[in-house]
């Protein structure tokens, strides 16, 4: 590894250390919990149940759209994460906590936000007014696993773009839906 390099990877895991030391105070840690623990896939969920209920026959569309994005997202992150193998932040320095349990064992890409960035984006083309509730979840599921000890921010920026590219596709082979 060259000296640009070390001195970048360095500075990544002062980020996660600065970042996981938040979650030492017992609401930060609380709030991130729940906020991670929804982005599993309850909040997504019941979001599209919401949208079912709420607008018949446009949220079953929706929401087999964001089921397939979903799926998509799904199979695409488990594939990087086997392939990158990219150990998680606590497993790679002692000083960094892991404020939950991982779901499994490698980090990059953050699943969760790779999901919840495809998930708003694809909402909002459906339903732009969501953007208030949708932007923060999603902002806060990113956080979370930075400040969880579970993953690099490099990790979220890398799942931020791949659901920028991947629910950009997703709205462009759906005919009549678009995100502006």
């Given at each position: 590894m060259n000296a640009r390099t070390r001195r970048l990877v360095d500075r990544e895991q002062g980020?996660?250390?600065a970042a996981n030391r938040w979650g030492a105070r017992a609401a930060v840690r609380a709030y991130f919990r729940a906020v991670s623990r929804l982005g599993d896939g309850a909040f997504?969920?019941?979001?599209?149940?919401?949208?079912?209920l709420f607008d018949g026959w446009r949220g079953l569309s929706a929401s087999a759209h964001l089921a397939a994005t979903g799926?998509?997202?799904?199979?695409?992150?488990?594939?990087?994460?086997?392939w990158t193998r990219r150990p998680r932040p606590f497993a790679?320095?002692?000083?960094?906590?892991?404020?939950?349990?991982?779901?499994?064992?490698?980090s990059f890409p953050s699943g969760h936000t790779l999901h919840a960035v495809a998930f708003t984006l694809v909402a909002l083309a459906h339903y732009p007014a969501l953007a208030p509730l949708l932007v923060p979840f999603a902002a806060s599921v990113?956080?979370?696993?930075?400040?969880?000890?579970?993953?690099?921010?490099s990790d979220v920026l890398?799942?931020?773009?791949?659901?920028?590219?991947?629910?950009?596709?997703?709205l462009w082979l759906i005919p009549g839906v678009t995100l502006l």
């Open positions: 980020w996660c250390l997504w969920y019941a979001l599209m149940a919401a949208l079912v799926l998509v997202a799904l199979l695409l992150y488990r594939k990087l994460k086997r790679a320095d002692g000083r960094i906590r892991p404020w939950i349990a991982p779901l499994d064992e490698f990113a956080v979370s696993r930075v400040v969880l000890g579970l993953h690099y921010p890398a799942a931020t773009a791949i659901a920028i590219a991947l629910a950009s596709l997703s």
